[in-house]
């Protein structure tokens, strides 16, 4: 498969990342405790998607294929808790974190004839950037996004995430899978990335994040994405929407 980071040896469009903070990495996960945490608690990678070029963070994305009567990929970053987040004081077991996500289908289901990969790939990649470059952190419940006001995808009205436990994904117990402590006492924790529409960040917004997680769970929507499941925040009467347009 080719790397959707794996830009061609152009002079003027790679001294333009580079003058923007991008640089060019080749070396294998900085943290092979995180490594194997992945191989032992979501399965042995199909393969491994290396970036070639990075910013704040080297992220590679390990590529978990169908097994075990499984009929979906998962999706689980490495390198992004390379570096701590800035996490408040009293919060130190939240500083270090990788995303999870799962999609439907075999790994060459989510990459098309140019080589490019599924949005969410890219956009994993991109939520995992998030806190390094804007000095925040992640823990259970926070919501990503929307990172513009466009959706994420070509094929789907969902414009954030939300973040919870890996629940479908894990070849362990989930919450065995949920957090690992690394041999220098550092913790790394594994938050699953949920799509959401905007209404239910909404509902997130003025509920707080357990009446969004409690209705997606009771609707059984978790780490799988699904690019046109239903809303399951309270509809609001839209003459748009009830007309169809």
Same mark, same amino acid.
């Given at each position: 498969?080719?790397?959707?980071? #794996?830009? #061609?040896?152009? *002079? ?11 640089t ?5 996960p ?5 490594a *194997?945490?992945? $191989? $032992?608690?979501f399965g042995?990678? #199909? %393969?491994? =998607?290396? *970036?070639h ?12 294929? &169908?097994s075990?009567g $499984? ?11 390379? $570096? &701590?987040m800035?996490t408040p004081? !009293?919060l ?10 799962? =999609?439907?289908?075999? &790994?060459?289901?989510?990459?098309? +004839?140019?080589?490019?990969f599924?949005?969410?790939?890219? !956009?994993?990649?991109?939520?995992a ?5 804007? +000095?925040?952190?992640?823990m ?5 996004? &929307? ?8 094929? %789907?009205d969902m414009?954030?995430a ?8 894990p070849i362990?117990?989930?919450?065995a899978?949920?957090?690992?402590? =690394? ?8 938050l ?7 209404d239910?960040l ?6 707080g994040p ?5 209705r997606l769970?009771?609707? !059984?929507?978790?780490? =799988?994405?699904n ?7 309270? !509809?609001?009467?839209n ?7």
């Amino acid at each position: 498969m080719t790397n959707a980071f #794996d830009f #061609d040896e152009d *002079e003027d469009w790679t001294a333009a990342l580079a003058a923007d903070g991008w640089t060019t990495m080749t070396h294998e996960p900085i943290n092979l405790e995180v490594a *194997e945490h992945i $191989r $032992r608690c979501f399965g042995e990678p #199909d %393969t491994v =998607l290396h *970036e070639h070029l990075s910013k704040y963070v080297h992220l590679d994305v390990f590529v978990i294929a &169908p097994s075990r009567g $499984r009929t979906f990929t998962t999706y689980v970053t490495s390198g992004m808790s390379d $570096r &701590p987040m800035q996490t408040p004081v !009293q919060l130190p077991e939240w500083s270090r974190a990788e995303l999870v996500i799962a =999609l439907p289908g075999p &790994p060459e289901d989510h990459v098309d +004839g140019n080589g490019r990969f599924h949005y969410m790939i890219e !956009q994993i990649r991109a939520y995992a950037r998030r806190p390094h470059a804007v +000095g925040s952190y992640y823990m259970l419940g926070h919501t990503v996004g &929307p990172l513009d006001d466009d959706p994420i995808g070509p094929d %789907t009205d969902m414009t954030a995430a939300v973040l919870s436990r890996a629940i479908i994904s894990p070849i362990v117990d989930s919450i065995a899978a949920f957090r690992t402590l =690394l041999s220098t006492g550092a913790a790394v924790t594994f938050l699953a990335v949920e799509p959401i529409y905007p209404d239910e960040l909404e509902l997130k917004l003025k509920r707080g994040p357990d009446a969004l997680i409690q209705r997606l769970e009771g609707a !059984q929507v978790f780490e =799988l994405y699904n690019p046109v499941r239903p809303c399951v925040a309270p !509809q609001k009467f839209n003459l748009k929407r009830m007309f169809g347009r």
